[in-house]
């Protein structure tokens, strides 16, 4: 079973920046993508942006040229830089990873784009 445990959410006025993060743990297989969503209030979950285990990286629309995902293979970790945040970003941030054996969700980080 895969552990995941993010930080690095809060309110933040328009046009600030946060880093989330996201560490894994526990029984981790090989690896096939990295990942980010977000929900709103009254709206279903999106993709947000998504790191392969090759490197690729998939972007939602609306936070392309603003967020820029990484990750550290040797800590298990994955992280979402956000600049430029605006009020429309605010949601529950939630990782996901997903290995040949199924995929994983942590319990979401709030982030609150408000002044």
């Known amino acids: 079973q895969v552990q995941l445990v993010e930080s690095g959410g809060g309110l933040v006025q328009p046009g600030g920046s946060l880093r989330l993060s996201c560490a894994a743990s526990?029984?981790?297989?090989?690896?096939?993508?990295m990942g980010w969503y977000r929900q709103a209030p009254g709206k279903q979950r999106e993709l947000v942006a998504t790191?392969?285990?090759?490197?690729?990286?998939i972007y939602a629309d609306s936070v392309k040229g603003r967020f820029s995902i990484s990750r550290d293979h040797a800590k298990n970790t994955v992280y979402l830089q956000m600049n430029s945040l605006k009020p429309d970003d605010t949601a529950v941030y939630y990782c996901?990873?997903?290995?040949?054996?199924?995929?994983?969700w942590g319990q979401g980080t709030q982030v609150t784009g408000s002044s």
């Open positions: 996901n990873i997903y290995t040949t054996r199924g995929g994983s």
């Open positions: 526990g029984s981790i297989f090989s690896i096939v993508a």
């Open positions: 790191l392969t285990n090759e490197g690729n990286r």
